[in-house]
């Protein structure tokens, strides 16, 4: 069973930075693609980043600079470090992995989601 767990959300200020973690257990974590999403209140779904082939990043605008998607493939873990956080970061932050290649910033793209947690940046 697949199994994708996040780790590290929590409340801090603006300015301030948090490392998200999620670890992948029940799957062979080679080079799938394996991407961020969150989802504020009332919004949909949104792309945040992705690396696929193990080298090749992906960032919507509005994280780009500030945020830095990495893997550890012998740890099985995914990580997202977010610097210079702002209110709007506030989500509840998922982490995914899909099978096989195909459009990163596409929700349906994959196929295993962890459950989410929140992050919540105060003004």
């Known amino acids: 069973q697949v199994q994708l767990i996040e780790s590290g959300g929590q409340s801090v200020q603006a300015g301030g930075s948090l490392r998200l973690s999620c670890a992948v257990s029940?799957?062979?974590?080679?080079?799938?693609?394996v991407a961020w999403f969150r989802q504020a209140p009332g919004k949909g779904r949104e792309f945040v980043a992705a690396?696929?082939?193990?080298?090749?990043?992906s960032y919507s605008d509005s994280v780009e600079g500030r945020f830095t998607i990495s893997r550890d493939s012998i740890q099985k873990t995914l990580y997202l470090q977010m610097n210079f956080l702002t209110p709007e970061d506030t989500a509840v932050y998922y982490c995914?992995?899909?099978?096989?290649?195909?459009?990163?910033?596409?929700?349906?793209?994959?196929?295993?989601w962890g459950q989410g947690i929140q992050v919540t940046v105060s003004s």
């Open positions: 029940g799957y062979t974590f080679g080079l799938n693609p």
């Open positions: 995914a992995l899909a099978s096989q290649e195909g459009a990163v910033r596409v929700p349906s793209s994959y196929d295993y």
């Open positions: 690396l696929n082939w193990g080298v090749r990043t």
